[in-house]
């Protein structure tokens, strides 16, 4: 289950990144965000779209560079002050496993070679170690029959869940999940949601991007809402959805249930 | 149509082609495609003078004719002193000639591939060449493989002129068979037709490989 460099650090966190700013040319995208992820907790992230969502998860996994903040995430610490090198990107995708939205699975690679290319290729773990526990991974969320299927032949609840093996495969400190149900009909939802499920309750730290709001409020630990690139408001999930203090949350709450909703 | 004749020069043809034409066409495609992989990576590597070079190469072997290559490297280089003999002139030749018109369809085919695979890549760790290695061009060279058959076929047909620099492949056999003979006529019907049957088996190999490439097709 999640590897044990985990250890958290004097302030008891696992992750903890303090004013994170991006631009894209003019285009400031992050205005200075804050995020504090505790071991074992899941953390969901919402807000309206363009928000700089995507960006801040793309930056903890290395995907993205911010201009300015710093972030540290178990014992590897960075200043953004300076541009990270090589060697400070690889450890950051080392440190977290990402799940995309689109999945990105490799077409030309079967299920089981999504799955262990990182662990064997990059990680350079014996290739039927690594296969024995790819197949015991596929085995928890359902897919082990299609180990030699290729990814285009499979639902999209299933390309997901592939997706959530081969982040597991490498052995991260922590998962990153942005929108990883909001590209599937609907459907097919709940199946990824309930392997995300699993993952949390088995201890995983989770940074999940998200619009299900019913699985925020009932697996995450803590909510974050983002509007214009920063974070508006933080809570537990009962506190931020039941009593929101920021006018802007409490807009973003009500367009999202609409009329209707609870 | 002399039959006889047809007979008697089939088989001196069918040896040109195999020992000429498609030998050549097998070292200049593999070395064409090489220098290929090499021009694409120089145009997309973002490095100025190295994409500059790449362009530069492309636009003169795709601006200028095979022929006048072909008579560059044969006749134009001993005046310099580098003599060469017809075969490697030939192939220094025809592959530059692959070089120029693939590295484009490489280029493309590299492009085409969706940035998240190369940021999936990267989540996983590998390094940019790892990435280009193990996910891009794989899937690129699927993506390559009708355009590249393409440029193959077209390779087939180009080494007849590979005998004007007295290459003994299919057409100067044939050549050679005509002029005592007279039968201009036959002898080079029956050349074409060799040259079509064995771009009628490439192009049969083309399908069943793109289908076999199809299994994975996004
Ligand atoms: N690579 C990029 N280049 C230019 N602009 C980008 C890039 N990535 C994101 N953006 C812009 O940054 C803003 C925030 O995007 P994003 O982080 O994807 O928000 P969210 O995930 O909350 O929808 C958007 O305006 C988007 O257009
Ligand atoms: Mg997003």
Redesign the interface.
């Known amino acids: 289950m999640p590897s044990e460099h985990t250890d958290a650090a004097a302030d008891g966190l696992l992750l903890s990144a303090r004013g994170l700013h991006k631009s894209f040319g003019e285009n400031h995208v992050l205005r200075g965000v804050d995020l504090d992820i505790a071991p074992g907790t899941v953390h969901a992230l919402i807000g309206p779209s363009g928000s700089g969502k995507t960006t801040v998860l793309r930056s903890l996994?290395?995907?993205e560079t911010p201009d300015a903040g710093s972030l540290r995430i178990g014992d590897l610490a960075i200043d953004f002050a300076r541009p990270p090198g090589?060697r400070e990107?690889?450890a950051l995708?080392?440190a977290s496993?990402?799940v995309?939205q689109?999945h990105?699975?490799?077409?030309?690679?079967t299920v089981l070679g999504n799955v262990t290319?990182?662990p064997v290729?990059?990680?350079g773990r014996d290739r039927d170690e690594a296969t024995a526990d790819a197949l015991a991974l596929l085995d928890r969320v359902g897919l082990r029959e299609k180990a030699d299927a290729?990814?285009?032949s499979l639902s999209g609840g299933q390309q997901q869940r592939v997706g959530i093996v081969?982040?597991l495969a490498?052995a991260p400190s922590m998962l990153l999940f942005d929108e990883p149900t909001s590209s599937l009909d609907p459907e097919l939802v709940g199946e990824v949601l309930a392997v995300m499920t699993e993952l949390a309750a088995d201890g995983w730290t989770m940074a999940v991007v998200t619009h299900e709001l019913g699985f925020a409020r009932e697996v995450a630990d803590e909510v974050s809402f983002f509007d214009e690139g920063v974070v508006v408001e933080r809570g537990a999930p009962a506190q931020l959805f039941g009593d929101p203090r920021h006018e802007r949350t409490k807009r973003f709450l009500q367009r999202l249930q609409g009329p209707f909703g609870g | 149509m002399n039959w006889q004749l047809v007979l008697d020069s089939l088989g001196p043809i069918a040896l040109g082609a195999i020992t000429g034409t498609i030998p050549l066409t097998l070292a200049s495609f593999s070395l064409g495609l090489l220098i290929a992989i090499g021009m694409a990576l120089m145009r997309i590597s973002g490095i100025a003078w190295l994409s500059a070079v790449a362009r530069g190469y492309i636009s003169v072997i795709r601006g200028t004719p095979m022929l006048v290559q072909l008579f560059v490297i044969f006749y134009g280089m001993p005046q310099i002193g580098i003599t060469l003999d017809p075969w490697p002139s030939a192939i220094i030749a025809l592959s530059l000639n692959v070089g120029g018109y693939a590295a484009e369809i490489i280029r493309a085919a590299i492009l085409s591939i969706?940035r998240?695979?190369w940021?999936?890549?990267?989540?996983?760790?590998?390094?940019r060449g790892?990435a280009l290695w193990?996910?891009v061009l794989?899937?690129a060279a699927?993506v390559s493989v009708p355009p590249l058959s393409n440029t193959f076929i077209s390779l087939v047909k180009d080494t007849s002129l590979a005998s004007v620099i007295l290459v003994t492949e299919l057409f100067r056999v044939a050549q050679r068979i005509a002029a005592p003979s007279g039968e201009f006529l036959t002898i080079y019907i029956v050349a074409a037709v060799v040259y079509w049957v064995i771009c009628l088996v490439l192009a049969g190999g083309q399908d069943r490989l793109e289908r076999r490439l199809d299994?994975?097709?996004?």
Do not use: K
Request: charged letters at 20%; a positive charge; aromatic letters at 8%.
């Open positions: 996994n290395g995907l090589r990107r690889a995708h080392r496993a990402m995309f689109q990105h699975l490799f077409p030309h690679l290319i990182g290729r990059v990680q290729y990814p285009s081969r982040a490498l | 969706p998240g695979q940021e999936a890549a990267a989540m996983v760790g590998m390094s790892q193990r996910i794989p899937q699927r299994r994975y097709a996004v």
